[in-house]
T-cell receptor, first 111, second 113 residues
Framework: KQEVTQIPAALSVPEGENLVLNCSFT??????LQWFRQDPGKGLTSLLL?????REQTSGRLNASLDKSSGRSTLYIAASQPGDSATYLC??????????FGTGTRLKVLA | EPEVTQTPSHQVTQMGQEVILRCVPI?????FYWYRQILGQKVEFLVS????????KSEIFDDQFSVERPDGSNFTLKIRSTKLEDSAMYFC???????????FGSGTRLTVV
């Protein structure tokens, strides 16, 4: 059964730092991996989608990488800002049309 | 940009009552989904729906739950007799073609008292 784990569970950094969020999954046979942002009490905003044949995706200050063989993905946030404060969720699909989510990393960027 | 719309944003109901959560998927999407997130826990898949029938459901989606697409625009989740443990944020999602264009709504927070 596929399990998705995110480390760390929470992270607090000063503004301007570059940071890395980690996601690991137990079964490397994934179809794609997606990173989402969730603000408190709000919905899920898609950040980056990496298909299984891809190694990374970039959007602005965000870069996500995927290493299927080791069962890992990282989300790199450059020059963090207070507006980046949110929970970041990693989710994977494995051949069906449902997402399996990790527990998330709660990020706080201090001004 | 097209959105998945969910109503209401927050619903409070008494234990044992029936609730219907409503969703308007993106208009040209063919696949529809419900997820839930109990406070402090993971987002969990409930059910997927395609071509007017359930295509996959999780263990959570028992006989208390049902989904319907009553017309060409709405997609609903019904909980027949709510329990305290049904309190959660419920997310609707839709996709154009399988995983392509997968978009989540902003959620309905259900509180069962």
């Amino acid at each position: 059964k596929q399990e998705v784990t995110q480390i760390p569970a929470a992270l607090s950094v000063p503004e301007g730092e570059n940071l890395v969020l980690n996601c690991s999954f137990t079964d490397s046979a994934i179809y794609n991996l997606q990173w989402f942002r969730q603000d408190p009490g709000k919905g899920l905003t898609s950040l980056l989608l990496i298909q299984s044949s891809q190694r990374e995706q970039t959007s602005g200050r965000l870069n996500a990488s995927l290493d299927k063989s080791s069962g890992r993905s990282t989300l790199y946030i450059a020059a963090s800002q207070p507006g980046d404060s949110a929970t970041y969720l990693c989710a994977i699909t494995s051949g069906t049309y449902k997402y399996i989510f990790g527990t998330g990393t709660r990020l706080k960027v201090l001004a | 940009e097209p959105e998945v719309t969910q109503t209401p944003s927050h619903q409070v109901t008494q234990m044992g009552q029936e609730v219907i959560l409503r969703c308007v998927p993106i208009s040209n999407h063919l696949y529809f989904y419900w997820y839930r997130q109990i406070l402090g826990q993971k987002v969990e898949f409930l059910v997927s729906f395609y071509n007017n029938e359930i295509s996959e459901k999780s263990e959570i989606f028992d006989d208390q739950f049902s989904v319907e697409r009553p017309d060409g625009s709405n997609f609903t989740l019904k909980i027949r007799s709510t329990k305290l443990e049904d309190s959660a944020m419920y997310f609707c999602a839709s996709s154009e073609l399988g995983l392509y264009g997968y978009t989540f709504g902003s959620g309905t927070r259900l509180t069962v008292v």
